[in-house]
């Protein structure tokens, strides 16, 4: 298989994750999950998710459809579309798969996954974050990790726009 066929086969709908859980399952392989936008990745993208798959053998994004950034965001984002935001974070060696949801929320693909972990940025406290209820009453833990300062998309958009104008 070439590297972009493994690339694609990472990028999974709501239909085949169900299985591919099932087969990590099986494997006696522990599941951590996270979501976001991942508009422009950067190095505070790359600590975050290395450090949610240190918890647990698979790693599972849930990302953001064009149409919910552009709710969750404003009419300008996302700055790089959707096969470019799934491919990214399919290439990276710390994720096992990449699932596009179209809420504004994972909370449907996160029934779906039951991660061991489900985890957000330190931006989030484990209250907060969507989910968090149904991780727990499955016997699962939310996390909060560190959230690495002065980097984000927004710092990141801020400085094109400064520049150019």
């Known amino acids: 298989m070439t590297n972009f066929a493994?690339?694609?086969q990472k990028i999974q709908s709501f239909e085949t994750i169900s299985e591919t859980i099932a087969q990590w399952r099986a494997a006696g392989q522990r599941i951590v999950f996270t979501n976001g936008c991942f508009d422009l990745l950067h190095y505070g993208h790359l600590h975050y998710l290395a450090a949610a798959r240190d918890l647990a053998d698979r790693l599972v994004v849930g990302l953001n459809s064009?149409?919910?950034?552009?709710?969750?965001?404003?009419?300008?984002r996302p700055i790089n579309d959707e096969l470019t935001r799934t491919h990214t974070l399919a290439a990276l060696q710390m994720i096992d798969a990449?699932?596009?949801?179209?809420?504004?929320?994972?909370?449907?693909?996160?029934?779906?996954?039951?991660?061991?972990?489900?985890?957000?940025g330190g931006d989030w406290k484990p209250e907060?974050?969507?989910?968090?209820?149904?991780?727990?009453?499955?016997?699962?833990?939310?996390?909060?990790?560190?959230?690495?300062?002065?980097?984000s998309t927004t710092n990141i958009e801020q400085k094109i726009l400064e520049r150019c104008s």
């Open 66 to 76: 064009a149409a919910s950034v552009r709710r969750l965001k404003g009419p300008n």
């Open 98 to 120: 990449v699932v596009v949801f179209e809420a504004d929320t994972p909370l449907e693909l996160i029934k779906i996954v039951l991660p061991d972990f489900l985890v957000k």
């Open 6 to 8: 493994q690339i694609q």
């Open 128 to 151: 907060q974050i969507v989910g968090s209820e149904i991780v727990l009453a499955n016997g699962g833990q939310v996390r909060s990790l560190p959230f690495v300062e002065g980097y």
